[in-house]
């Protein structure tokens, strides 16, 4: 990968430099401001595969500039990693909430730091071969079709500009990061589309891409005022990290949520009202749960969630059934 | 790489970490005293002390200075801890300030 790190710190600068060098695979090329970074943006002729950002720096922060990276349609989802010495959990929630994909805490190790790139480079390979794709386009048809997400039923894919959505990658990463302090106020809810599989089959990728789109947007609203950091995992289910939400009204959230998507008049692109429900599965609280643990708790509430789903059809189908008998 | 082979390749930055670490020091001194004599500025004297010890903790752990490193976080954390309690633990800080420095005059001079 070629790597842009950022630090106002010439020693940490020189430490990246030196074990990055250790890696024949990576290229690295520093600066000490975001000043000096997005000038060195504007004279590379090769765009960058990755980003190492410290938080702290004078005038513009990392997550600042994390976050008007995330505004650069070529860089929207480069794997952005936060070299930071903040270990506060606000600093976490802000560096995930305005795109970071992933978090090393200072001092770092070589190995820490060779295998948190490891796991960015397959996201850096993805964005590379779509960015090749979006170039080979001949038309303008092929170019915006190369740019949309690869959908697949199963597998998460990207959402971009909605605010509180974050990368399932960057999800698992986050609770990883949070010790067991900061992870116990906080609670996963996990929120399944109903029927999402006649949905996947009756749209276009691009419809289906949008209408998750739109429902990741309605789930992340409904969770405001409290922090909350919300990833789509795939199979028409959202996972959200919230904190402090000890006493939660689930059945009230999800009539909420219900009621703002019936609100956003969702349609497919000839016009075709859509009717989109979620409902939610056992929340998970992540008290003493951390690192493999909080994962977990993750995969737990996803599951759950999609055996709500299914259990709410299977319901519906036995009360026609039901009816018939009668 | 090995163990020493590591320790060998980063004898250079090292160096250069501690070259900084001369000046550094020398401002912390600085703005300790400021604090001192200048209640007024200890806030400000306080929040230029602990960008400096933020910086020392982020590097000398991986250079092998783990005590200066972990010192240097405590007290950064300490000078936080008592900026939210509006500034009721300033006594602390101060002594945790020099036995930082104490502790790393001590590093520099051994590595000197």
Redesign the interface.
Known sequence: MYILAVDD????L??LT?FVG?MPQHDIVTAESVAAARALMADQDRPFDCFLLDI?MPDTDGIEFCQSLRDIPSYNRTPVLML??MSDKKYIDSAFNAGATDYIT?????NSLKGRLALVEQIAADVQQKTSKIFAANTLRQKFDAAQPDVELHHPFPILDVDGVIENIAMENYVTQLSRKSLCGSVVLGFTIRQVADLFYDLSSYDFSCMITDVSEAVSDCLLPTQRLVSYAGNGTFVCVVEGAAQIDLDRLVDQINLYIRSMELSQSDGTALNVRICAGRPSRLVWRKGDGAVEAIRQTHISSEETAERLERELGSIWTTAQTA | MNMSDMNATLQPIRDRFLGLLQGRLEDIRINLERALEQPEDSAEALSIIESILHKIAGTAGTLGYTEMGEKARVVEDRIIQDRANDHALQHKVYLDVIDFLEISYEVSERAA
Request: charged share 30%.
């Open positions: 710190d010439p020693i940490i020189e430490l030196h250790e702290q930071t010495a200072k001092p770092f190790e070589l």
